[in-house]
């Protein structure tokens, strides 16, 4: 993927905290692969079916017609703004659903054609869902009055039945192109009037494999994104007069460029190189900022790749101007949603009576921290944060079986940092967002050697983190030695336990080696596991040196 240095000086990538596991799209696909339960490439493409046909206008041929798609990805269940001191500045004192009703209200108000999107991961990632489950996100998502949704990985943290239910009030179409449902849930693909252009619209998503839980994803199935596209954009050809792919697949952040430069791997741009005759890609996914879009040309078609960031900070405005199905210009702009913008009155009384119960519960203060726990920091081998959750972990599962040998985080879990100062609840539900409850599981000589090695990897920025245990890493053969569990030399013919949390113990997060290994589900959230660890330690003082490092 070597264009990504053309186009980077101009775009602008963020991680987010809120971002699960992004190597999913690298080297850690293979996490579930290891376990029975994996969700397999079904093979061909689902039936499309027929949405109601939407006659063409004669009059357009050969006018300029404008046309402009308003888009939010990955929002994570941030219905409030960032606080003003958010640790990513970028974000800080933006977003929020209220402020983000009252601009795209305003820009459709002036601006003709005007659609709005969103390419999922709405769900999850503050404590309204963890309260909610999803209800007062949907509820304020239906006041916005999107034109067409899809379903992000997230969204499925619930399981299938629940996202049903959800929807049940959501009146916007749900577009779920490469997976399917039994009974269906939402629809292939739609067809939407922007003024009198047809807007054929599709929807893809990333390999589920390693990115939902098998026990979440339940009878849904999964497609192969490009086949999927191919098929999408032929009948949308005969259907409609532009074509829109809102896409949980994601581009090319450059952390991971020579991981996903392989053929194998399925991003935005390669389904824009290997399937010509999409106008425009709505990305989310990855959580990329990209204002300048990604243009990228196959055979005589040009396709155009935007990205609005994470937690509704920015919306996205793509301004164009439409001829035969062609695009002749175009402007993107990440507007940002900050406190210029006024609260939209309906949604702030929709959200109120959620947020008065939520404040009740989480703002107790639980501790003191004497500095930031950050989740990583900088070419830091470790994360204070993660070896705080790896801690926790390890104390909660002795409650259970008091011979637990060691605790393991996985970096993907902690989302975002713990600031110093006084530590409240809702410190711990935005660090550890996710339902993930505590399993023990036992090991000997192989098993945990690989564990511990899959716990460092510098290909896809890991910052796993481990309780009881010290070792050496040695970058260049990216290998690890001299394991002491417990100040103990480490022992291949004795069998350990090991605290980790369901998401690992499935072989998420590369951990592929996990699934086949004994288990025990303690029934401890690893959430509340942090918050009982820090009320009882009281002041908390971040801890590093578990690793280290040769050379």
């Known amino acids: 993927m070597r264009r990504l240095t053309a186009y980077f000086i101009s775009t602008v990538f963020l991680a987010g905290c809120s971002l699960q596991n992004f ?11 290891a376990s029975k339960a994996a969700i397999p490439t079904q093979s061909g493409v689902p ?16 006018k300029i017609v404008p046309l402009t798609l308003l888009y939010t990805s990955d929002i994570h269940s941030r219905l409030d703004p960032f606080p ?18 009252t601009l795209s209200r305003k820009l459709r108000q002036e601006t003709p054609n005007t659609l709005l999107f969103d390419s999922g991961d709405y769900l999850e990632g503050s404590p309204y869902y963890n309260f909610f ?33 959800l929807y049940r009030s959501f009146t916007a179409p749900i577009v779920t192109s490469n997976i399917t449902f039994q009974p269906d849930l939402g629809q292939r693909y739609s067809i939407l009037k922007a003024g009198s252009l047809r807007i054929g619209v599709f929807a893809l998503h990333a390999k589920a494999d ?31 007069d532009f074509i829109v792919c809102i896409s949980h697949v994601g581009v090319v952040p450059p952390w991971e460029d020579d991981e996903l430069n392989k053929p194998e791997e399925i991003t935005d741009e390669r389904i824009a190189e290997q399937v010509p005759g999409i106008d425009v890609v709505l990305s989310g996914h990855t959580h990329a900022l990209v204002k300048n ?16 960031g994470f937690g509704g900070g920015y919306l996205g405005r793509l301004d164009l101007k439409v001829k035969d199905g062609q695009v002749q210009t175009y402007n993107n702009d990440l507007i940002p949603v900050d406190s210029t913008i006024a609260k939209a009155a309906d949604v702030e009384a929709v959200l109120a009576p959620y947020r008065t119960k939520l404040d009740a519960v989480v703002k ?26 790896a801690d926790s972990t390890l104390t909660a599962a002795r409650t259970v079986d008091p011979s637990v040998d060691f605790g393991m985080s996985s970096s993907g879990t902690p989302r975002c940092p713990i600031p110093s100062g006084t530590v409240r609840v809702e410190d711990a539900y935005y660090s550890l967002p996710f339902e993930n409850q505590i399993v023990i599981v036992e090991g000997q000589g192989k098993a945990i050697v690989e564990m511990l090695t899959t716990q460092r990897r510098d290909t896809d920025n890991k910052r796993h983190a481990v309780s009881n245990v010290t070792y050496l890493f040695d970058p260049l053969a990216r290998t690890i030695s001299d394991i002491r569990i417990g100040g103990k030399p480490f022992e291949p013919n004795r069998v350990y336990k090991v605290a980790v949390n369901d998401y690992m113990a499935e072989g998420g997060s590369g951990f592929s080696m996990i699934p086949g290994l004994k288990k025990r589900n303690t029934d401890i959230f690893q959430r509340d596991a942090l918050i009982e660890h820090i009320q009882k330690a009281r002041n908390i003082t971040p801890e590093m040196g578990r690793i280290r490092v040769k050379g």
């Open 84 to 101: 003003d001191n958010y640790y990513y500045r970028t974000f800080a004192g933006k977003g929020g659903y209220s402020r983000l009703a």
């Open 293 to 308: 879009p990604i243009s990228i040309k196959s055979g005589n078609h040009r396709t155009l790749i935007v990205s609005p």
């Open 47 to 62: 039936d499309f079916g027929q949405q109601p046909s939407v006659p063409a206008d004669p009059a357009l041929a050969g």
């Open 210 to 240: 390693g990115l939902i839980k098998p026990s979440s994803f339940q009878a849904a199935q999964y497609y192969d994104p490009i086949k999927v596209a191919r098929r999408a954009v032929e009948k949308l050809s005969a259907e409609a």
């Open 364 to 389: 107790r203060t639980i501790g003191t921290a004497t500095a930031e726990f950050k989740r990583y920091a900088g070419k830091d081998y470790e994360s204070a944060l993660n070896n705080l959750v």
């Open 133 to 165: 489950k999803g209800e007062a996100d949907i509820a304020v998502m239906e006041r916005m009055k999107y034109d067409a949704i899809t379903i992000g990985n997230h969204d499925f943290s619930g399981g299938v039945a629940a996202l049903r239910q």
């Open 23 to 33: 190597s999913i799209l690298g080297s850690s696909t293979s996490g579930f692969q």
